[in-house]
Nanobody, 119 residues
């Protein structure tokens, strides 16, 4: 199976920056898509950013122009660079990766990392 490990979460002041990382491990043959989701208290989990085919990206309207998703395919790693952070960005962030591995298709989630934006 494919496992994901997230890192980079923490506490930051409004206007600050933070970079999240997510590394996938396992017998991976192909990655179709990588993405970041977040869930704030009392709210539904939402898609923040996604990258497919190594180049095509999609962002939630609320983060466009502030967040950038990228990947290092050789290391099976996806990043989320977050700038101009706002208090409303506070949430638990989860990474998601899907593709093909030794046993067939996979769709794996990270453990979640807390991002807190406050003064």
């Amino acid at each position: 199976q494919v496992q994901l490990v997230e890192s980079g979460g923490g506490s930051v002041q409004p206007g600050g920056s933070l970079r999240l990382s997510c590394a996938a491990s396992g017998n991976i043959f192909r990655i179709n898509a990588m993405g970041w989701y977040r869930q704030a208290p009392g709210k539904e989990r939402e898609l923040v950013a996604r990258i497919t085919g190594g180049s095509t990206t999609n962002y939630a309207d609320s983060v466009k122009g502030r967040f950038t998703i990228s990947s290092h395919r050789d290391a099976n790693t996806v990043y989320l660079q977050m700038s101009s952070l706002k208090p409303e960005d506070t949430a638990v962030y989860y990474c998601n990766v899907n593709g093909a591995e030794g046993r067939g298709l996979f769709d794996s989630w990270g453990q979640g990392t807390q991002v807190t934006v406050s003064s």
